[in-house]
Every structure is written in structure tokens, then in C-alpha cells.
């Protein structure tokens, strides 16, 4: 029977969360510890591919992780943005975030309704004169590229920030019987953390189909991949899950 489950995620906030609700329903402990964080790259590594801020006049954001590591680093270089610089960001509650370091109401902001990035597009092609940048991870597709391209948009993918591992801490209980992992990042950094995960008869649970390539890549093997048709959040496949299980 499951009684500890590490989720690879930080501990929600609210006292609402559906975790807590499958503790009280199942009889089981959630664990929390996100297995990657995100962090800036330096000023050096910026320059080195060879991308001028200030040669673009507007900026595409995917992330609030994208908003913070821009400015941080046009601050450490010492990059005074213009008043003229548009923002476009993929959801309201991203470009909401550039007040944390902009007076809001002196920018051009833009985003969709939809809060997806192919809904973005439109809006960016009405402003196709503008030169774009596009702040990314070390991670990441070509997805924006192929779509700016094909609308024939002006632009420049530039690293910004990258993902790197998390060390599981030290004091922190290891007993748990069933980890869940949501990135491909997230199934590197458990090995790092924990070698013999292979062996040692934990349950994997997987979200999402990259996740899922990552582990059985990685020679994990996995016990639940989530969302499934029944359940489209990872609590209701966990929820399923532990039903069927405490029923055997």
C-alpha cells in the first residue's frame, strides 16, 4: 500500500489544494521538492551569442522566468530598455508580471485571450515590422522559431536562463514509495539524486508524453502515466490510482 508519494514540485500555497484533499481520502503523506530550478545565465555567456538587446524593439515572453532573467540581465549589463520597446507575452497573467519591473500603463503590451501561443501569433503579425526577441531556456524546441518563421517575422532566439538540478536535501524523509515527475529535467536530476531508484521498487508516475520518453529512456520503469482519458490532472490519475490500489 502507497503511503508516501514525493511530488517533484513545490508545496502548494493554498491549504486547498487538491493533494491535500487525496491525503485526507486516502490516508497517504504528500511530499514536495521540485527536482529542477531555473537560473540566470551570466553576462559573458549573453554576449557570446553575439545578440543585441537594443537592435529589437519588441520582446516575446513565454514565462514570468523569461521576464525576470531579461531584465536581470539587461540590469547586469547595463542595458537601459526604451520606452519604445513593446512587450508580447503568450497569457495575461504573464504580461501582468512585467509590472513587477515596468510602469505597466507607459508600455505596449499584447496577448491573446486564449492565454496559447498560436493565438499570439495574430497580434505579432499586425505588428510585422517590429524586430522580435525571444528570451528562451537552455531547454527548449524549435516550436516559436518554426511558427515566427513561417509568418515571416523578424526575430532572434537568444538563452536567457536554464534548467539545472535541485539537490533533494539531506534531512528531508527518502521513505516514500511512489515519486511523481513532470519534466524531462525532473527524471535526470531524480537519478542524480537517487541512483538506485531503478532498483529500489519506487513507483514512477509520469505527466505528460515527454516525460514519459525521458524516463523509459532513462530505464525507469513506470507505473502510472498521466493525464489519462478518465483523468486529465495528474491528482485525478493519483486519485484512481490509490482507489484501485487500497481496493487489491
Excluded: W
Excluded at 491525503?23 to 551570466?42: A, M, P
Excluded at 522559431?145 to 539531506?170: F, G, I, Q, W
Excluded at 486519485?239 to 484501485?244: G, I, R, T, V
Amino acid at each position: 500500500m502507497i503511503k508516501k508519494i514525493l511530488i517533484s514540485q513545490p508545496r502548494p500555497e493554498s491549504e486547498k489544494s487538491p493533494y491535500f484533499d487525496l491525503e485526507k481520502k486516502h490516508s497517504v503523506e504528500f511530499l514536495f521538492h521540485q527536482f529542477i530550478k531555473v537560473e540566470g545565465i551570466e553576462p559573458r555567456e549573453f554576449r557570446a551569442q553575439k545578440v543585441s538587446v537594443l537592435d529589437h524593439t519588441a520582446v516575446v515572453f513565454t514565462s514570468r522566468h523569461a521576464i525576470d532573467h531579461f531584465f536581470q540581465l539587461c540590469k547586469e549589463m547595463r542595458v537601459a530598455i526604451p520606452e519604445t520597446m513593446k512587450y508580447f507575452a503568450v497569457s495575461e497573467t504573464i504580461s501582468l508580471y512585467i509590472q513587477k519591473y515596468v510602469q505597466y500603463r507607459k508600455r505596449k503590451v499584447f496577448y491573446p485571450a486564449t492565454g496559447k501561443f498560436e493565438d499570439l501569433l495574430p497580434l505579432m503579425v499586425k505588428h510585422k515590422t517590429e524586430n522580435y526577441l525571444v528570451p528562451l531556456s537552455d531547454v527548449h524546441n524549435d516550436e516559436v522559431k518554426s511558427a515566427l518563421d513561417a509568418n515571416n517575422l523578424k526575430h532572434t532566439e537568444c538563452v536567457m536562463y536554464r534548467t539545472v538540478a535541485n539537490n533533494y536535501p539531506d534531512n528531508a524523509p527518502k521513505d516514500f514509495e511512489m515519486v511523481v515527475l513532470f519534466t524531462p529535467a525532473g527524471v535526470t536530476s531524480l537519478l542524480q539524486n537517487f541512483p538506485d531508484i531503478k532498483d529500489n521498487g519506487t513507483k514512477i508516475v509520469t505527466f505528460g508524453k515527454a516525460t514519459s520518453v525521458a524516463a523509459v529512456e532513462a530505464g525507469l520503469n513506470i507505473t502510472l502515466e498521466a493525464p489519462t482519458p478518465k483523468a486529465p490532472s495528474i491528482t485525478g490519475s493519483i486519485d484512481l490510482y490509490l482507489a484501485e490500489t487500497n481496493k487489491a
